[in-house]
């Protein structure tokens, strides 16, 4: 195991708290809240294309020209193809 891995496994909550707030990161808990408030809020169901970090949006959905139903067609077959020998 990597020394840094190795480092993080023995940190204490409020060591891991300082370090994620240093990063500009959240640590585990507050990431399980924005989940467990995706899960849960009916306002998130109705905001589809969003990106969360909680019960905020991050980034609001962005028309983009090549997302469409073709590409994404497209894109569902290619990536089929590619795994399917790999597919018991």
Known sequence: ???RADQRRGMTPKQIERQ?????MKTPPQA???LVWLADSAEAGQASGNWFTGPETLFPAVEMPWRTEAAAKELWERSEALVRPFIL
């Not at 994620?20 to 500009?24: D, K, S, V």
């Open 32 to 34: 399980a809240e924005g």
């Open 20 to 24: 994620a707030r240093m990063l500009r």
């Open 1 to 3: 195991m990597p020394a």
